[in-house]
């Protein structure tokens, strides 16, 4: 696999890990009140990777 078949592959992943972390965290509390940093926590990612992939948690 090319390096940039790799990172891809990682990304999708990361994008996937915090859907699923944001649809978890929205059945126990809104969008409102959430952070990047909850997200991230329950996704396992890093605040980097976060906001390498979105510009903010809307």
Request: no cysteine.
């Amino acid at each position: 696999m090319a390096a940039t078949d790799h990172a891809r592959s990682i990304k999708k992943d990361t994008k996937e890990w915090i859907a699923i972390a944001l649809l978890e965290l929205l059945q126990i509390k809104r969008l409102p009140k959430l952070s990047v940093s909850e997200v991230v926590k329950k996704a396992g990612v890093s605040r980097m990777a976060f906001y390498r992939n979105y510009d903010s948690l809307e």
